[in-house]
């Protein structure tokens, strides 16, 4: 089928996706984006035929087709068996030991296919004290040290989204290591197990702040430093309309611009030292003063086409239109819907959204022909609610 054409630099590689929620879809969504042929195995009774043929409408769940079966059933344990034998992942993100107990763990599945890249999404890792246990992103933040740092001074740490630990500590870093285990299986490697753990994620991505703790550049209390609202010149800003403007004019030829077409300060306020952190509430007060004497929108027209380093803090609904994001496409509608694009971009392998997200068990009778069961054996399993 055309839509299952792809150019990405992941074409020819076959995924299967056992399904879950939060980063593990998010990794395979990366990987279906960059062209990897991605099969999601659903659950039986998650399947509602009614709505066969039309776009899903979780996102996360693009770019790939869906079969339900029974994880908990012999004949389901080995319909997924027979997919796995010609793939080259497989990722999962229940906890530590399930896919084990169902016979699907690692070692059953590389003892059919030694070169498969088994892909483990957890927030706690596989191994550890916390390990059998629940948690959500700001569990792990919390554990890490990233929560501590994120919020103002002398206020609770505020729960970045789900952006930094699901996403980013999360199904980036599993899709970064199913994409360099792939790259070894190609040099002649077998297969092996990724064991990404959000909270490892967090931590290497925390990595630089590790460091300027140790340079003496960082202080634990939060909202106080530079790169965390401390600064009055990295921060955001209420305008005339209630809206807001983002500042961020760390180096000092980028604040002299800011100051030069703002016209700050406004009497009778006066231009401190900005590295003198002593000085910081009072540029503050002074920045916030000066921000409400305008509209957000016409701050970002006095500001554009300069170096100043201001932005209008969109919405949501708004940041697929902005010229920028226009120009360059980072939104595209696929089937009728408007989504972000896939990224990063390939000057020979250009990405695309190859297929919306689909319902559960969609697909059950084309992937599981494709492997080349009969039709009596898909009725059949059919019959049992083996599969859906």
Not at 156 to 164: E, I, K, S
Request: aromatic share 6%; with cysteine; hydrophobic share 40%.
């Amino acid at each position: 089928m055309s839509e299952e054409l792809s150019s990405g630099p992941l074409t020819g590689v076959r995924v299967i996706e056992l399904a879950g929620i939060g980063p593990g879809p998010f990794a395979a969504m990366m990987l279906a984006d960059l062209g990897a042929e991605v099969i999601r195995v659903d659950r039986v009774d998650a399947v509602d035929p009614a709505g066969f043929g039309t776009p899903h409408p979780d996102l996360l769940n693009r770019g790939r087709r869906s079969l339900a079966v029974d994880l908990k059933s012999a004949e389901g344990r080995q319909v997924v068996l027979d997919l796995v034998r010609d793939a080259d992942v497989l990722i999962e993100g229940f906890r530590p030991g399930v896919t084990e107990r169902l016979g699907l763990g690692p070692a059953d599945c590389q003892a059919i296919n030694p070169r498969l890249v088994y892909g483990r999404m957890t927030g706690w890792g596989q191994e550890g004290p916390n390990a059998p246990y629940a948690g959500h992103d700001i569990d792990y933040l919390a554990l890490t040290g990233a929560l501590h740092g994120i919020g103002r001074a002398g206020q609770p740490p505020v729960p970045p989204l789900n952006l930094l630990g699901d996403f980013g500590g999360g199904g980036m870093m599993l899709a970064l290591g199913v994409v360099c285990a792939l790259y070894a299986v190609r040099g002649g490697a077998d297969g092996q197990v990724i064991d990404a753990a959000i909270v490892d994620g967090v931590s290497v991505l925390s990595t630089q702040i590790h460091a300027l703790r140790r340079l003496g550049m960082w202080q634990d209390p939060r909202g106080v430093n530079l790169l965390d609202g401390g600064a009055p010149f990295y921060d955001s800003y209420e305008c005339a309309d209630g809206r807001y403007v983002a500042v961020g004019a760390l180096e000092p030829r980028f604040y002299e611009e800011l100051v030069r077409r703002t016209g700050f300060p406004l009497p009778p306020d006066e231009i401190l030292d900005r590295d003198d952190p002593a000085n910081w509430p009072a540029l503050r007060a002074a920045w916030a003063r000066l921000f409400r004497t305008r509209t957000r929108d016409e701050w970002a027209a006095l500001l554009a086409d300069s170096d100043a380093c201001l932005a209008p803090v969109l919405d949501w609904q708004e940041a697929p239109e902005h010229p920028h994001l226009a120009a360059r496409r980072s939104f595209v509608t696929h089937e009728g819907v408007r989504q972000p694009a896939p990224a990063p971009r390939f000057s020979g392998s250009p990405t695309s959204v190859r297929r919306p997200p689909p319902w559960p068990g969609e697909h059950t009778d084309e992937v599981l022909d494709e492997i080349g069961y009969p039709a009596q054996r898909v009725a059949q399993l059919r019959a049992a609610g083996t599969v859906a």
